[in-house]
């Protein structure tokens, strides 16, 4: 599987280790630095549409699936346009799997924005069903969850598997339709359960790492309990006999950068609503993240061989 280094905030220029896997596994890294502070958080559409252009120079079509890893969790909107490029090459429904400490469904934004891109992605023709997974948010809860695109679950286009649910309760109830928490059901039935959720060959996988718990990965946003284990042992358990199409990997922390202007001050406004006010130091979230992503390209390679 060849991996692709999109580089929007400098975190993937920090992981040399990071950089010679890319490299010798036959991947590049894609400098669109100047993008980064248009498209962080949120982006108006005519950024979006200069990256899709950039991205179908940089990125070759053929026959070998792409992981593409993006930096921050802020530009997870970026996932719809790897996505539907994907899409592209196959013939085939495919199943898009989420892990996520948030649903990321809210209705505002259009999909311009790192926590409103899920809609735009589940409505994609080839796009059969979303799976969800690891969310600890309180977005899927009572109040917050009135926020979401809650059509996607009475459309049958979106499944949430909590890691655990809101309340301390046993199951996640919302649109109609029950899930339950991954910690009650237990990671091995979990799994179980996921596999036969999923009912199409192929797969597509994007991972934010604030589905992480905090000592495996440093992240802009609050963050969740699973282990890398847990998301390795699904990778493997879902691509058994399914084919992996494209992968994307979002949740590496940077010092956020808006650029100038009145959309810098907006976004820092929401930032300080919506993002913990920490700034860890840098060269541990590097190591720490640098880690991560070696494990998850690693799983990624061998589950999809």
Request: charged share 25%; net charge neutral; proline share 6%.
């Amino acid at each position: 599987m060849r991996p692709m280094l999109l580089n929007l905030d400098g975190a993937l220029e920090r992981q040399p280790l990071l950089c010679a896997a890319t490299r010798a596994a036959g991947g590049r890294m894609l400098c669109a630095r100047d993008l980064g502070p248009h498209l962080r958080l949120w982006s108006r559409r005519a950024h979006l549409a200069e990256l899709r252009r950039r991205l179908s120079g940089a990125l070759p079509k053929d026959a070998e699936p792409e992981v593409v890893f993006a930096g921050s969790g802020d530009f997870h909107h970026v996932t719809p346009l790897l996505l539907e490029r994907a899409l592209a090459e196959v013939s085939e429904p495919v199943t898009l799997i989420h892990f996520d400490n948030h649903p990321d469904w809210a209705r505002f934004a259009a999909g311009s924005h790192c926590g409103s891109w899920l809609a735009a992605a589940a409505r994609q023709s080839g796009v059969r069903q979303v799976v969800t997974i690891g969310v600890t948010s309180t977005d899927v809860g009572p109040r917050k969850s009135r926020e979401g695109d809650l059509s996607l679950i009475a459309e049958g286009r979106l499944a949430v598997f909590p890691w655990a649910a809101p309340g301390g309760r046993e199951a996640l109830s919302l649109g109609g339709q029950t899930w339950p928490a991954i910690t009650a059901l237990g990671e091995d039935r979990f799994l179980d359960l996921l596999d036969a959720t999923v009912s199409t060959r192929a797969i597509y996988v994007t991972i934010d790492k604030d589905v992480l718990q905090p000592a495996q990965a440093v992240t802009n946003w609050d963050q969740g309990a699973a282990s890398l284990e847990f998301v390795e042992a699904a990778l493997h358990r879902l691509l058994a006999g399914r084919t992996l199409v494209a992968a994307d990997v979002v949740g590496d922390w940077s010092p956020p950068d808006y650029g100038r202007g009145p959309p810098a001050w907006l976004k820092r406004g929401e930032a300080l609503l919506d993002q913990p006010r920490r700034r860890p130091d840098t060269a541990h979230a590097d190591a720490v993240n640098e880690a991560a992503n070696l494990r998850l390209l690693h799983a990624f390679q061998e589950a999809a061989a």
